[in-house]
Nanobody
């Protein structure tokens, strides 16, 4: 079972970046997917979440209007599209899967995003 998160890196303020999280080893579609992040010295916070069909999404207040989450159940992948990035978006970003009918949960390994000029 894996949630693989490639991507991340260093971008300039105002740039856009799309992360991805690819699931393997389990049936992806019945899992509610979300992304969280943790900046140095700060608590982990929710960035975005998406239901199993992709029809309902939720966002943290700090990213509303700038980030969009989507999923492709055929590709077993969830994507947060991040735009208008700010230095305060610098963090380690985690992908998370929660089974909608129970408590089974999986975490990605994390990918670091740094927003700096």
């Amino acid at each position: 079972v894996q949630l693989v998160q490639p991507g991340g890196g260093l971008v300039h303020p105002g740039a856009s970046l799309r992360l991805s999280c690819a699931a393997s080893g389990f049936t992806f579609s019945p899992y509610i997917m979300s992304w969280g992040r943790q900046a140095p010295g700060k608590e982990r916070e929710l960035v975005a979440g998406i239901d199993t069909s992709g029809g309902s999404t939720t966002y943290g207040d700090s990213v509303k209007g700038r980030f969009t989450i989507s999923r492709d159940n055929a590709a077993n992948t969830v994507y947060p599209q991040m735009t208008s990035l700010k230095p305060e978006d610098t963090a380690l970003y985690y992908c998370h899967a929660l089974f909608q009918y129970g408590s089974q949960t999986y975490w990605g390994q994390g990918t670091r995003v740094t927003v700096s000029s």
